[in-house]
């Protein structure tokens, strides 16, 4: 059936600050159907976000907010033991900064999707992540939110009536146990564009993927995501969509038409 | 006539900042009929703009956003060289960020006030004034603009269609030519509760104010400002709600509906 | 003897930030003997960190440094998963900006004092405690530093040849084991001014406090800390040093020139 | 006589921040003599002030600092109304603060160049000079203070016993009246590796430069800087080196050897 060969395909984009820049975003964006946008906590500004929107208009691409921890410095990479009101009014602050200028280039927010810590953390976490489901609940109940399939999140989620949209990172290594390595995953895969666009084929084609301890397991996802930041990324990009082609699947970000149809 | 009969009376609120408190919002909320809340460039944050939106959700006051420029350190208070674009950027960002929280809190947002250093910069600059304009512009286009009448951002607002209102500042000396004293203006005004009181009296009652320099000033006015950070702010507030009920007004903050209506 | 008789009494301070005050800065500096001025990474800007030490320097208290983490909107508070070349960084950058101004005022840096959740956080990490030990050996290994007895940070101290103070936090209560809570503590203990000077006695002339569990416990202390933002700060200063006097103790904080000596 | 044929050769360095990268930092240390190494108020953070310093103590590069307002969004070069008191502060805790890395590297702080809008701001401002200036009397009148021949920096250094050292930008135009172009410069100059070699060469050999006016401008300089940021920068560097050589001078950073000799 042609609704089911369809899958998202997105990346964290606009995490530039000021005079720094960071990111293959003009590649990525050529070849993404959604973009998780920073928000000005980790990374981005107004200018930022307004120049990274008017591209994801112009390549037609979906557009998330990518909320993160308010720690420049860090990149919203490193936990922070925030509570979950904080977490819940930083979100709900970020997404609706970003909406802003995504209504202001004349779109429609898309989803929202967790930066960092802020994500690994509520992964296990049930008090943030209903925190994190209480500001999309607040701001716009119809948005889905990228997490893990059965993370805390996506329970929080699905509890609060919010769409879960399962993530796949094509560029981070899997356990046995499903499970993702995020910190010191250079041990145990090396991203290059032939690494990467195998997983999403073996992902698109067999519904598994190799883990690290060598048998393969079993993924459930509805989007792929690679980082804008893995070294490659303007490589990895175009790698990836061609398997997604190739494995006769069509890319496509309106997840959020298909949950207010 | 009771229409004319009608004054708005707002002050500066929500100049909080993590643990540390300022400003008499408490006191101020009991009478004003709408607030300046500062959204987080210069003061505020997420978990501070939450509390006092529910505060004035409480009190029935009418939120504006109340965007400055990045300066923690300086209170938003020092000009800085921004360009109009980054202008633009900024007060979208804080308008957009604020109105997440306004809506979470079932309020709607009421009006849009520079602060500080950008709205006396914007005062004498018609590119900075402009830029202001087109970010409401691109947000609300209903949103009316607090400024002073006759200025530079008064007439970029008339210009885009964006009404402006026009603040009288109770407790800043005027010059005989009608501008605002900010700075310094310590050299020129006590204001205690009751010189703020007689000031407000007359302009309700005969339409003029005194200069510094003697002689009445013609006042145009539609909303009556006091700064929450003005020693003795949380009695100066009831002086000035007694003398607009005294004289025979009466305080309402509906400018908007009255707008839109 | 009267070398036994004499016990530091410092307290954090420093607080405020831009427009913002914070904290029983001038009551305190009244009876303290060191305070623990806060670098600009937590609270404190280059402005209040000279006012402080002027401050200091009439009142004749000895200044120590109190670094924290990069972390304005929480006070510095809240645990990060920092590394400890971060951690290293960031206490050197501080210890090296507050000396600037210590020396500016005709001081002399005499200790340091990690602050919040730095603080917490190495007292049971050893690569954290070590990371602290190793910015002071780098900039002044003459400095000592302030920590509790038997911690990791103790220990570290001592391996690396830097002079650990043990602090009593005389406003915050302990467990029966010797360990202070630090959060929550408000469930239990009030510290009022008799309750803290009452703990203050106890210390100096039995050598034991009471613990939350009931049973007083042994503590070793040579310096009597208190928070500038704990309630009544003002009031609780003033009856520490009073209950210091009335055991026959003398207040001194030249720990340093003992060092040196 | 071969003393006089030595000169500095300087640049901007050590402006990453966080994850993002920035500048020319390696190419440029291989050729310079000295660095103006950013203090973390507009650029640098802890961990690329201690890199940068054991990159130019690997290189035998001296090592400034380059102290600059806090606007980390604008990269410290948007002017803002700074008071004296306010830069006096700001340029203390910032030499303090890279000062302890200069020192934790085994190097010793060599001299002081303000960055962006606060140098030039300072050029023509008596009282923002004289702040500079004694800021660094308070830490180390023997820190020469890099700046424009004739500036009001340049009079105040001279009047408060502290060394000013003429810098000459040979990647930035000249007017006629020897004043720089900072702003919008590009219009005026293509900084080519062969264009700023030429001008370097000129300096050196006939004590002149071209202005944008057409006529050389005679010029007083000590250093000779150019921008890490300045495209090209890599290149640049090494091309300036050799036309240093080429015009029979040597390249050498111990002014500060030179002063307190």
């Not at 591209?55 to 720690?71: E, M, Y």
């Not at 904080?86 to 779109?107: H, K, M």
């Not at 094509?170 to 010191?184: E, K, Q, S």
């Not at 397991?217 to 175009?238: K, N, S």
Request: charge should be negative; hydrophobic fraction near 45%.
């Amino acid at each position: 059936m042609a609704e089911l060969a369809t899958v998202d395909f997105n990346a964290d984009l606009g995490e530039s600050f000021g005079l720094w820049r960071r990111g293959a975003d003009e590649a990525l964006m050529a070849v993404i159907s959604s973009a998780n946008v920073a928000c000005g906590f980790h990374a981005g500004d107004p200018a930022v976000m307004r120049a990274t929107l008017e591209t994801a208009r112009r390549r037609g691409v979906a557009v998330g907010a990518h909320p993160g921890l308010p720690d420049l410095l860090g990149f919203g990479r490193r936990a922070m033991a925030v509570s979950p009101r904080e977490v819940r009014d930083y979100v709900l602050y970020q997404v609706g900064a970003l909406d802003a200028f995504v209504r202001a280039t004349g779109l429609r927010l898309h989803h929202v999707k967790p930066h960092g810590a802020l994500y690994t953390m509520a992964l296990d976490d049930a008090h943030l992540s209903r925190a994190i489901v209480e500001a999309i609940g607040e701001y716009d109940p119809q948005l889905p939110l990228y997490t893990l399939a059965g993370s805390e999140t996506w329970h929080a989620a699905e509890a609060a009536g919010i769409r879960p949209v399962a993530v796949f990172f094509a560029d981070r290594p899997l356990r046995a146990d499903g499970t993702v390595i995020m910190f010191d995953w250079q041990r145990y895969l090396q991203p290059s564009p032939e690494v990467v666009a195998a997983r999403v084929r073996s992902l698109l084609t067999e519904g598994v993927v190799e883990s690290v301890e060598g048998p393969p397991v079993q993924v459930h996802a509805e989007t792929i995501c690679i980082h804008a930041d893995t070294p490659g990324a303007a490589e990895i990009g175009p790698a990836v969509r061609t398997a997604i082609a190739s494995a006769g699947w069509q890319v496509s970000g309106e997840l959020l038409a298909a949950t207010r149809g």
